[in-house]
Nanobody, 125 residues
Framework: HVQLVESGGGSVQAGGSLRLSCVAS????????MAWFRQTAGKEREGVAYIDYDGDTTYRDPVKGRFTISQGNNRITIFLQMDSVKPEDTGMYYC????????????????????WGPGTQVTVS
């Protein structure tokens, strides 16, 4: 049974930083891809950052240069370092995983992911 659990959300002032974590159980990162998504009320869930088991990453344009996705050495944890945050970064952040290697065009599409965490709220004011 696969479970993903996010943590690290909270309230932060614009220009500040947050570090989100996602821990997987029943699932290893050895042959898989993981990503961070976010969603605000009334909007569709959007991909923020992606990483695969080779360390290849993809970012949504508005977060490039500000956010960094990484994986832990234990291969069951990923992180999202959020720097220079803006009010538009506010939202519920979700960790997602898939056992399939994704084409570049599909990496930030929610429909490509099988496993999801419950989310952690990030509020930037």
């Amino acid at each position: 049974h696969v479970q993903l659990v996010e943590s690290g959300g909270g309230s932060v002032q614009a220009g500040g930083s947050l570090r989100l974590s996602c821990v997987a159980s029943g699932y290893t990162f050895r042959h898989a891809c993981m990503a961070w998504f976010r969603q605000t009320a009334g909007k569709e869930r959007e991909g923020v950052a992606y990483i695969d088991y080779d360390g290849d990453t993809t970012y949504r344009d508005p977060v490039k240069g500000r956010f960094t996705i990484s994986q832990g050495n234990n291969r069951i944890t990923i992180f999202l370092q959020m720097d220079s945050v803006k009010p538009e970064d506010t939202g519920m952040y979700y960790c997602a995983g898939t056992r399939f290697l994704l084409l570049s065009a599909n990496r930030l599409r929610p429909s490509q992911y099988t496993y999801w965490g419950p989310g952690t709220q990030v509020t930037v004011s």
